[in-house]
């Protein structure tokens, strides 16, 4: 007898669920997107950084002789730029570079950077992390970036692109 009830309500409930389940995975990686690019990585920052994570800068350019040279500053906000290593793909912004570096680079070099800066003996592991750290340290730099990465990467993904996009 209940049979012509429509079951609306229930979709609706599972609609709203999947609505809000697809909106909370946007904001999930809306939030993790990493816009703030830093060109000096913050895992090497930290044996000079306060529990805080922060550590003192100096100002090469002031704007006032009032203006202190010395600032104690986040390592959030020392050594980056916005969007710096931040690529178009399909009209969506990309942080594959940032990530790139971080999983190549930064994170199998942090416990070797630990070891380095307390005294500890480093294995030849530890070695080629460091090498590969530093390595990685020369080319990541916004002048770097201009003169060779970013035109490279540009040319690399034009050549990519082409095939595909002369199939349609």
Not at 60 to 65: D, R
Not at 103 to 109: N, S
Not at 137 to 151: A, F
Request: with cysteine; glycine share 2%.
């Amino acid at each position: 007898m209940n049979s012509h009830l429509p079951s609306a309500p229930r979709y609706s409930v599972a609609t709203q669920l999947r609505d809000a389940t697809a909106q909370s995975r946007v904001i999930v990686m809306a939030a993790s997107f990493r816009s703030d690019n830093h060109f000096v990585p913050r895992v090497y920052l930290k044996p000079w950084s306060t529990p805080e994570q922060k550590i003192w800068t100096y100002r090469t350019l002031v704007s006032h002789p009032k203006v202190p040279l010395w600032r104690e500053q986040s390592t959030k906000g020392v050594a980056c730029h916005s969007h710096l290593y931040t690529q178009i793909f399909a009209g969506e912004e990309s942080d594959q570079i940032e990530r790139w570096l971080d999983r190549e680079f930064e994170a199998p070099a942090e416990e070797a950077l630990d070891k380095a800066t307390s005294d500890k003996r480093l294995t030849p592991d530890d070695w080629r992390k460091l090498v590969r750290f530093l390595a990685a340290q020369d080319v990541r730099t916004p002048t770097r970036l201009s003169e060779g990465l970013i035109p490279r990467l540009n040319a690399v993904m034009s050549r990519q692109a082409t095939p595909t996009t002369s199939r349609y």
